[in-house]
């Protein structure tokens, strides 16, 4: 078992009862069960994919294609799967906690299948994302595209669900750009990819590091619990001990728990600086343009542009800006001035220093860190 001792809190006494850091060996949808209800923060499920093959596949060189192949791949008929998928389908539903969530990915063999249950289920769509890969396999008969993508599907347990979104962090992680639904990562390989001792791949469908990575860090939080129902040779469980989550690992197959627990005993876990979520900027301290005044950062007569400085405005004692008739709040004058409804006079007034601009919202950050330094 994977277990890390912690320091005792509420949460923490929320959390002995589950077993968290731990494999637990045989069938997902019995364990899951026997779980306590509503214990759980997120699941990210790998779920098998019925991939209906009925020959070998090769290369145009007539070497074999390590495809996949297994038994816990096949299934009598897709009534036979949508049968599995339900069953799993409604005990992760129990698991999870109110404001939980799900992440589940497939190829276009199952996911529309596994899509349509969530949904008959009550779970709460939220984003359909595409992975991208940047090394798809060849489509080596030639028949048809080459299939160069899987689909993840972020639902909610409910409609009235709150799930985390660490919606700032993914921002700044994207270049202060909005991230999207479609994201490019390589598939699993190289040192990575986990190998036997004859250098056969352990498992056949290793999802990579970085695809966990980005959706622990998109929707979760250091601490929360992450349940992986086909956890293979344990991804989700290496970058949840990175990260500072916890994680619940089931799978029944062991030649994948043997791997998965060698590789999860040898992660180093991110220091708690290291892991720490951008806070939105909705939630973090208030702070009135007036502060800035109040603090010295911007003296009253100075004169404040927009950033192609077609407009000016001139802060006053109290707070406030003046632009020709115009007077207020930054907010106020900068949609004024420019005519328009609304305006965030945080981003759109700047000051000079030297000839170059730079925005109030700045100073503002300032006034935040030394808030947030004096609460700690």
């Not at 109030?360 to 935040?368: A, F, N, S």
């Amino acid at each position: 078992m994977l277990r890390t001792a912690r320091t005792a809190s509420s949460a923490d006494a929320e959390r002995a009862t589950l077993p968290v850091d731990t494999i637990l060996v045989g069938d997902c949808i019995d364990h899951m069960n026997a779980l306590p209800a509503g214990s759980v923060d997120l699941i990210f499920a790998d779920p098998p994919y019925n991939l209906q093959l009925e020959e070998g596949l090769t290369r145009p060189d007539q070497s074999k294609v390590d495809a996949v192949d297994d038994d816990w791949d096949k299934f009598q008929s897709f009534s036979h799967y949508d049968a599995f998928t339900r069953a799993w389908l409604k005990a992760a539903r129990r698991l999870l906690k109110p404001d939980g969530a799900i992440w589940v990915i497939g190829s276009y063999h199952n996911i529309f299948r596994v899509g349509t249950a969530l949904q008959d289920l009550d779970f709460w769509m939220l984003n359909d994302v595409i992975w991208r890969k940047a090394n798809p396999m060849p489509n080596f008969r030639g028949t048809r595209f080459t299939n160069a993508h899987e689909t993840l599907i972020w639902a909610a347990r409910d409609k009235k669900s709150r799930v985390t979104f660490n919606y700032e962090a993914m921002k700044q992680a994207n270049e202060d750009t909005q991230m999207r639904s479609d994201w490019l990562f390589p598939i699993c390989t190289g040192g990575e990819r986990l190998t036997d001792g004859e250098g056969d791949k352990v498992h056949p469908t290793q999802k990579p590091e970085a695809l966990l990575f980005r959706i622990l860090n998109a929707t979760t939080r250091p601490g929360d619990v992450v349940l992986d129902p086909f956890f293979g040779t344990g991804t989700t469980g290496a970058v949840a001990k990175k990260l500072g989550r916890h994680f619940i690992g089931i799978d029944r197959e062991d030649t994948y728990i043997a791997a998965a627990l060698k590789r999860i005993a040898a992660i180093k876990p991110l220091s708690g600086e290291a892991i720490e979520t951008a806070v939105p900027k909705r939630q973090a301290p208030r702070v009135a343009f007036g502060s800035l005044v109040e603090m010295g950062l911007i003296t009253p007569g100075t004169e404040l542009y927009d950033h192609r400085q077609r407009w000016s405005a001139l802060v006053r004692a109290d707070g406030t800006l003046a632009s020709g008739q115009h007077s207020g709040s930054i907010h106020r004058v900068g949609a004024l001035v420019q005519g328009a409804e609304a305006c965030n006079g945080w981003t759109f007034w700047h000051t000079s220093n030297r000839g170059r601009l730079a925005p109030i919202d700045l100073l503002r950050g300032e006034v935040r860190q030394q808030m947030e330094k004096l609460s700690a």
